[in-house]
């Protein structure tokens, strides 16, 4: 019984390895580079396995091989590898952001993607302490808006300044909190007439 087991185990193994080699092979056979590129990166990502991403010609597939492993993996490690920064940085923000870890929201270099890194974590954490923090104020007032209607905390509805004015984002803000709070009286404090009246029918329905 052991000596049939340890053959399949070996057989397994075996057939493992040769389709890995054949399917590097057939990568590596094909001519168009992008075709290639593309091939490698397929096959990295089934494997799970940034190394093979090394194969691929063109920075581009490559830097686009890296970053698919690491949103698989979830490894900002292997965002390290990646030399366009740009795509390096929204590597980074698909891992902080799902993470919920600023440290490595930080590592981002453009700060709008770093301050939307920032307005996700602190709307996902509910913390309107990491929503201060944001020097951007959209990306803060964002982050205001979330928090607030997520806690049903009209003061933190009042931080928010709305200073791309079309996004009425306090009026949002207030709606959110009036319906969970089945508070009708709140939606008074919205500015927008349409959503006023949307947020009172809403309170209304809800109560």
């Not at 709305?162 to 709606?175: R, S």
Request: charged letters at 30%.
């Amino acid at each position: 019984m052991f000596i049939l087991a340890t053959s399949l185990l070996i057989t397994v193994l075996v057939s493992s390895c040769s389709s890995d080699r054949t399917n590097a092979i057939s990568c590596e056979n094909i001519q168009d580079k992008d075709d290639k590129g593309k091939c490698y990166s397929d096959l990295a990502l089934s494997k799970q396995d940034f190394n093979i991403c090394n194969q691929i010609e063109i920075q581009l597939w490559k830097d686009d091989c890296y970053h698919k492993i690491a949103r698989k993996k979830q490894d900002i490690v292997v965002c390290e590898n990646i030399q366009d920064s740009n795509n390096k940085d929204f590597c980074y923000a698909d891992i902080g952001i799902p993470k919920q870890d600023l440290s490595i929201c930080n590592k981002i270099q453009d700060q709008f993607l770093k301050d939307g890194c920032y307005s996700d974590v602190g709307s996902a954490k509910q913390d309107v302490t990491i929503c201060d923090s944001i020097p951007t104020q959209d990306a803060r007032d964002s982050c205001y808006a979330n928090v607030g209607g997520d806690t049903k905390d009209m003061a933190i509805c009042e931080k928010i300044q709305d200073k791309v004015q079309e996004m009425n984002k306090k009026d949002t803000c207030y709606a959110r909190v009036a319906v969970g709070k089945k508070d009708v009286v709140i939606c008074n404090k919205i500015q927008e007439r349409s959503v006023r009246d949307d947020c009172k029918f809403a309170a209304r329905s809800s109560s």
